[in-house]
Every structure is written in structure tokens, then in C-alpha cells.
């Protein structure tokens, strides 16, 4: 599956974005979803996850509270929808799908390209 991440800017400290993950080939309902970020000299961290029916998701303790996971099946399509954004969260945000639930980055097996967040204070 080929995965194409957007939504990504340039933000002030406070406020929110959208991002958007679309899959190929209608195909996105088969996998757990996930989301990581990506700093440099630091590994890819993760941010969120999510079932493929939409009934469980699990977000990063460094962002609970600011930042949720959603997906539409129908659109193939998931999102990381993040408010009250913070410096600390510029980041290359990417997304990612696995065939079996996953937090950690070896357990997804398809990337996206990325997408820049910058937050500035």
C-alpha cells in the first residue's frame, strides 16, 4: 500500500493542525494505522495509533490531551488532529501501516513521505 501524508505547516504555539494520510489502491481499512514523528539526531518516535474499525486508538504520553487519531475508512484516510501545538512538536510527521496492532516502528511495515510541522513560540 502506498501511503501519502499532508496537512503539514507552519504553526504559531497554540494552535491546531490536521494531518491526512490517503492509502492507495482502497486498501487503508486492512491495516492498523499509526503515526510517528521524526527530529534530527533523534529516532522516529511514535504519536498515535489506531485499529482498523476504528474502535481503539492509543496516543504517545508526550501528547494525550493535545493530540487525537481518527481514520475514515470509507476515504481511506486517517488523521492526526493536533491542538494546543508546541514548539517541542516541529517535527517530520509521518504516517505508517501495519498488519497488527503496533507502537513501535519496527512493527509497521509501510511508510509514507512525511510531512514538515514546524511550531514556533
Known amino acids: 500500500v502506498q501511503l501519502q501524508a499532508s496537512g503539514g505547516g507552519s504553526v504559531q504555539a497554540g494552535e491546531s493542525l490536521t494531518l491526512s494520510c490517503t492509502a492507495s489502491s482502497r486498501s487503508a481499512s486492512r491495516y492498523v494505522m499509526g503515526w510517528f514523528r521524526k527530529v534530527p539526531a533523534k529516532a522516529r518516535e511514535f504519536v498515535a495509533a489506531i485499529t482498523r474499525g476504528e474502535n481503539s486508538a492509543f496516543v504517545a504520553d508526550s501528547v494525550k490531551g493535545r493530540f487525537t487519531i481518527s481514520r475514515d475508512n470509507v476515504k481511506d484516510a486517517v488523521y492526526l488532529h493536533m491542538n494546543n501545538l508546541k514548539p517541542e512538536d516541529t517535527a517530520i510527521y509521518y504516517c505508517?501501516?501495519?498488519?497488527?496492532?503496533?507502537?513501535?516502528?519496527?512493527?509497521?511495515?509501510?511508510w509514507g513521505q512525511g510531512t514538515l510541522v514546524t511550531v514556533s513560540s
Open positions: 505508517a501501516a501495519a498488519h497488527g496492532w503496533a507502537v513501535i516502528e519496527r512493527g509497521y511495515d509501510y
